[in-house]
């Protein structure tokens, strides 16, 4: 078993990039008594098209970082860690790292809210290539909510848009219409969209433009943190390990300075960064 601290440490909340920054800006809308400690993999982002293997190895590595800096709780907000790591991290890894830790997912909290929000039992998903070829939606869906059908398209190039700051640019329109047209022509029956990647609600003005009336949306951050709200109060051991000051920390494994300056698509506040090795 590794040698981590007992102490009250912070939430974590990892992402390979910049996305995961929407779901601690859901859960600090929800529970901001609590000090949370964000690390982006930035250098190796994005992870959307990586093996299952790389994906796996680069979470545990950021997991372990996050518990080595004092976490005892972390979320992995980040679709594809979530899809394609958090199984063998719970199942392989926390037992020998350390059996009281908790390492949570997105998917799982989407997945148990979505069977409420559809009534056609038609469900899309947009997300990364990673996140729709791994299934977990559809796993997880179907092990809730088993009439439900869910029909998932990649959307390649949205995250490369956001991050370049072309969000409110004429080409993401082209690229946001296009993948919902296509997801569409795949099950008009379709009244529920999951927004499978949590960069995407940066598009969310696009998205409501050009998805056909009355079909709702689905972004990740308040499912998340209800999620995490309830987790809490279930598990009040852990809840106590949390600390409580209504602090931030972020780390990047990028230059801080770029981290600060794409961060500013995602958060309003001037935030401090430091620089931080995973391998």
Not at 126 to 149: C, F, R
Not at 150 to 173: K, Q, R, Y
Not at 252 to 271: C, G, H, V, W, Y
């Amino acid at each position: 078993m590794a040698n981590y601290s007992h102490a009250p440490g912070p939430i974590g909340v990892f992402d390979s990039g910049y996305g995961g920054l929407t779901i601690l800006h859901g859960i600090r809308q929800l529970l901001p008594e609590y000090d949370y400690l964000y690390l982006g993999d930035n250098a190796r982002a994005p992870y959307g098209s990586r093996s299952f293997d790389v994906v796996y190895q680069f979470t545990r590595q950021a997991v372990m970082k996050l518990f080595e800096s004092g976490c005892q709780l972390v979320i992995l907000g980040c679709n594809t860690a979530s899809a394609k790591a958090l199984r063998s991290i719970q199942q392989n890894d926390l037992p020998r790292l350390d059996p009281n830790r908790r390492v949570l997912g997105v998917i799982r909290p989407t997945a148990e809210i979505i069977g409420k929000l559809t009534h056609s039992q038609h469900v899309g998903l947009l997300a990364t290539e990673g996140t729709v070829k791994s299934h977990s939606y559809n796993m997880e869906i179907q092990k809730l909510w088993p009439d439900v059908k869910v029909t998932g398209v990649a959307c390649p190039l949205w995250v490369p848009i956001i991050e370049n700051n072309e969000a409110d640019s004429p080409g993401a329109d082209y690229f946001v219409k296009k993948r919902i047209d296509h997801i569409m022509r795949l099950d008009p029956e379709i009244d529920t969209v999951i927004l499978g990647c949590t960069h995407y609600p940066i598009l969310m003005s696009k998205i409501l433009k050009h998805v056909p009336r009355g079909v709702k949306i689905v972004p990740q951050g308040e499912y998340v943190a209800e999620s995490l709200q309830d987790y809490l109060h279930r598990h009040p051991d852990m809840e106590r390990r949390c600390t409580k000051h209504g602090t931030v920390k972020y780390l990047t494994t990028e230059n801080p300075e770029k981290f600060k300056e794409s961060a500013r698509i995602f958060l309003n506040d001037e935030i401090s960064v430091e620089h931080v090795d995973l391998e």
